[in-house]
């Protein structure tokens, strides 16, 4: 009786906090269903199901377009953290070399840098290799990740060492050995990792926001402060199903990436 | 990739290893760290020198540094009102999100640590804000926020409250953006303690039970002690976050009401790129990597030692 009770007691608290947590993103796509005046009436929701905020929204803004550029800069930025950071992962962990401590250091001490202290003198880096308005610009910055090798590290050292011993003397390579055994070992930190890098390069709003100034790579979180700024006061379901569309695809990534997001963060942080 | 154990020929002779020979090693690491090692020079050593040494200086639209004017850019922060509500905004919005947002993620990772039927729905809803990205929440909190036909407003005055204008009350904008904050932030806290909780050995659980141990006194004596570097973790995280705020500044508040929310990096690029002072953007840029520096040191001197690790 008792432990019933307290399983009653758990899923009521589990519900309510679910629902505060969870309503804003509920909210905004209830919204992004409304027409004006069903919004100023206050009305939760919706009596017809129509999508016209949605044309509305791809209308006013070249969505489809800045969609696409999202795609390809957190690709890219994905891919290329990925690669840069277990290229350096496999050096930590596999070759022996002279001042391997000092200069694993020294990429831990990146992570004190924070990036926004730097903005001035890339944005003047960016602007003199007419990088502004590129794809190179908004990506290339971001290749080199502190957590991202430190993270990898960590997995890589739990291949045995017997295995490395025994591809030198076979007479593979260490290329090879990286490729064929060190990357699918970690399957799971590189998921984790590809899954982040893609989720916070998605999110990014403050950097592509001053190297881009016109419509050509500019990414859906631009539009988002665009779309803001066009309707003020007035379409409020436009701007909602502009929200909708620009979260959907880290939902959704998020909803598949989470169990590997949960186990390999928590990994990364504490070893 | 060029690879090195291949475009090495056999050597047949008795003498020493050569020079060559021995730096192998060096030379194989150096090309796996070549990229990373000239990315962070180039968008990140070398960027961070320049920020000093811009601070400096009194420079022109472009970014060039023109007249060296030593210490005066700090002298001129130092006594600049604007940049003192700055930082009070920016201590103040640290206090506000980082301790009541880890306390929330970590009540939430407690809750959803327990093995019951559908629990799997509840942690991918508490989750869900770290696939909203920051344009996205300032949007959608925007509008909870809006004056007549926002959500709180319209819950206020149905029960006879007088509505409260949120981002526009200098005492209550950074109230708002914090709470718009901690939600955003549940998501990454709530995913990386609810990983930690996970990774707490079963047995340790499994003997005080045995004992009769009530569920507090397991709380205490080993869920946060077992917990406590994944916890310092997300703490460290967060307030380096904190610190780092921006995109929720832009789009709710800009800054104002009266400079109440012009919290350190929203300034920084005020300064610089709406009023091309890079001079004295710089210098708070200098003091921004300072602020976050102390953080991290301050976190591993004291907070190591409280830390048990396994």
């Known amino acids: ?271 | 990739m060029k690879d090195s154990l291949e475009m090495e020929q056999p050597i047949l002779t008795d003498q020493p290893l050569s020079w060559w020979k021995k730096s192998l090693n060096i030379r194989t690491a150096c090309l796996y760290l070549l990229p990373s090692f000239f990315l962070f020079a180039v968008f990140l050593f070398y960027p961070m020198a320049k920020t000093v040494y811009l601070s400096f200086f009194l420079t022109d639209q472009q970014g060039i540094a023109n007249v060296f004017v030593g210490l005066e850019n700090y002298q001129y922060l130092l006594q600049s009102e604007s940049f003192r509500k700055s930082i009070k905004a920016t201590i103040l919005f640290v206090l506000y999100t980082v301790p009541t947002g880890v306390m929330i993620a970590l009540a939430l990772a407690l809750l959803t640590n327990e093995k019951v039927k559908g629990i799997g729905i509840f942690r991918t809803m508490y989750a869900s804000t770290m696939g909203v990205s920051v344009a996205a929440s300032s949007v959608v909190w925007l509008f909870l926020f809006h004056p007549s036909i926002g959500f709180f407003n319209k819950i206020i005055t149905a029960i006879g409250g007088e509505s409260v204008s949120w981002l526009l009350d200098p005492s209550w904008a950074l109230v708002s953006i914090s709470v718009t904050t901690i939600w955003m932030n549940i998501g990454f806290s709530f995913l990386i303690l609810l990983g930690g909780l996970q990774n707490i050995d079963e047995q340790l659980y499994e003997s005080a039970k045995i004992d009769g141990a009530s569920y507090l006194y397991k709380l205490r004596r080993i869920t946060i002690p077992m917990l406590s570097p994944t916890l310092f973790f997300v703490l460290t995280v967060s307030l380096i976050n904190a610190f780092q705020t921006f995109g929720q500044v832009d789009i709710l508040t800009q800054g104002g009401p009266s400079e109440s929310t012009n919290v350190i990096v929203y300034s920084i690029y005020r300064e610089a790129f709406v009023n091309y002072q890079f001079g004295t953007a710089s210098a708070q840029s200098v003091f921004l990597f300072l602020c976050i520096l102390i953080v991290t040191i301050m976190q591993f001197k004291f907070g190591e030692k409280k830390v048990h690790y396994q």
């Open chain 1, 1 to 271: 009786m008792n432990g019933l009770l307290k399983k009653i007691a758990l899923y009521l608290v589990l519900t309510i906090t679910a629902f505060v947590v969870f309503f804003p993103i509920l909210y905004a796509f209830l919204i992004s269903f409304m027409t004006g005046g069903e919004l100023l009436q206050g009305n939760l929701f919706s009596k017809s199901f129509h999508l016209e905020n949605y044309q509305k929204a791809f209308e006013r803004l070249p969505l489809a377009h800045y969609l696409m550029n999202s795609f390809i800069i957190s690709l890219s930025v994905m891919i290329g953290q990925l690669v840069v950071s277990s290229m350096a992962a496999y050096a930590f962990v596999f070759i022996p070399f002279k001042g391997r401590d000092a200069i694993f250091f020294l990429f831990i001490s990146t992570m004190m840098i924070p990036w926004e202290a730097t903005m001035i003198p890339n944005f003047i880096t960016i602007q003199q290799l007419d990088w502004i308005n590129t794809y190179q610009g908004l990506t290339i910055p971001f290749f080199a990740m502190a957590f991202g090798t430190f993270l990898l590290r960590q997995h890589f050292k739990t291949i045995p060492k017997e295995l490395d011993e025994a591809a030198q003397v076979a007479g593979i390579s260490r290329f090879k050995f990286f490729v064929k055994i060190v990357v699918p070992y970690c399957k799971n930190s590189l998921i984790t990792l590809g899954a982040y890098s893609f989720l916070t390069t998605w999110n990014m709003y403050l950097w592509p926001l001053l190297v881009t100034n016109n419509d050509s790579v500019r990414t859906v979180q631009i539009g988002l402060k665009q779309l803001r700024t066009q309707e003020l006061a007035t379409d409020w379901g436009v701007v909602m199903a502009g929200v909708v569309v620009v979260i959907i695809p880290t939902l959704v990534l998020l909803f598949i990436g989470q169990k590997y997001l949960q186990k390999g963060l928590a990994q990364g942080a504490l070893k």
